[in-house]
């Protein structure tokens, strides 16, 4: 069973497979870790159902973002084990003129309080780890994350986080648009509307990214061999 199965028919879906979409790219030999705004403001500072969750951050997708950074922790693990980069792409506080058009689509966002911004511990960033502040959905809109990618050698981006019809959709878009092979482990994102979440699955399955379950994801990081620096390999 696939996240999508029930929601896009069985026609649909053998349509895509007519047209010779949802191919595997496959993992490459050096992957990157996003963790994409897994912040108080889209968990909320406690596990709680949505409706209660929104009453705290009305970002919050609540109790389902707890369960996806349960996902992404393993995975968290064993990228800094095998000593390879992770890069946070996060929403950084807004002051008044900075909101754009996202402002006037979802006025809320401008009323996070500062607590919003912080990262869980559970996922929080180390020392080294690169911080990515964005104004966009996308990780690669008007910020320095090709300049990391480029320079760290990455070819595979893992991306977790939120939300899947989102930001996690808008920066896979663009990850792929830049010929880099893109993995979202399917129960290490999370979105509000689960129908949006699965259909976004579904899309980014079918064109732009190899979608599996998180356990699978960790399997391939494990099998790979841990990351030579770059002054360690001259």
Same mark, same amino acid.
């Given at each position: 069973?696939?996240?999508?199965?029930?929601?896009?028919?069985?026609?649909?879906?053998?349509?895509?497979?007519?047209?010779?979409?949802?191919?595997?790219?496959?993992?490459?030999?050096?992957?990157?870790?996003?963790?994409?705004?897994?912040?108080?403001?889209?968990?909320?500072?406690?596990?709680?159902?949505?409706?209660?969750?929104?009453?705290?951050?009305?970002?919050?997708?609540?109790?389902?973002?707890?369960?996806?950074?349960?996902?992404?922790?393993?995975?968290?693990? #064993?990228?800094?084990?095998?000593?390879?980069?992770?890069?946070?792409?996060?929403?950084?506080?807004?002051?008044?003129?900075?909101?754009?058009?996202?402002?006037?689509?979802?006025?809320?966002?401008?009323?996070?309080?500062?607590?919003?911004?912080?990262?869980?511990?559970?996922?929080?960033?180390?020392?080294?780890?690169?911080?990515?502040?964005?104004?966009?959905?996308?990780?690669?809109?008007?910020?320095?994350?090709?300049?990391?990618?480029?320079?760290?050698?990455?070819?595979?981006?893992?991306?977790?986080?939120?939300?899947?019809?989102?930001?996690?959709?808008?920066?896979?878009?663009?990850?792929?648009?830049?010929?880099?092979?893109?993995?979202?482990?399917?129960?290490?994102?999370?979105?509000?509307?689960?129908?949006?979440? #699965?259909?976004?699955?579904?899309?980014?399955?079918?064109?732009?990214?190899?979608?599996?379950?998180?356990?699978?994801?960790?399997?391939?990081?494990?099998?790979?061999?841990?990351?030579?620096?770059?002054?360690?390999?001259?």
């Amino acid at each position: 069973m696939r996240p999508w199965d029930g929601i896009i028919s069985e026609d649909e879906q053998k349509a895509y497979r007519a047209a010779g979409f949802g191919r595997a790219q496959g993992m490459g030999a050096r992957p990157a870790l996003l963790i994409i705004d897994i912040q108080y403001r889209t968990i909320g500072t406690q596990p709680r159902p949505f409706w209660d969750s929104v009453k705290e951050f009305p970002t919050s997708c609540g109790e389902i973002g707890w369960a996806a950074m349960g996902k992404v922790v393993p995975l968290l693990d #064993c990228f800094r084990r095998k000593g390879f980069p992770v890069l946070y792409p996060h929403v950084a506080p807004k002051v008044a003129g900075e909101g754009g058009r996202l402002a006037e689509k979802v006025p809320a966002i401008m009323t996070i309080p500062a607590k919003g911004y912080e990262f869980p511990p559970e996922i929080a960033p180390h020392p080294g780890d690169a911080l990515i502040p964005k104004k966009h959905p996308s990780a690669f809109f008007g910020t320095a994350m090709v300049s990391h990618l480029i320079d760290l050698n990455v070819d595979t981006l893992v991306m977790t986080g939120c939300t899947t019809s989102g930001c996690v959709r808008a920066s896979a878009v663009d990850a792929f648009a830049y010929n880099f092979k893109v993995v979202v482990p399917e129960d290490a994102v999370y979105d509000r509307s689960r129908v949006s979440h #699965c259909v976004n699955l579904f899309d980014m399955a079918e064109k732009y990214a190899d979608v599996m379950p998180a356990a699978e994801v960790l399997k391939k990081i494990e099998a790979l061999p841990p990351r030579v620096p770059a002054r360690a390999a001259e």
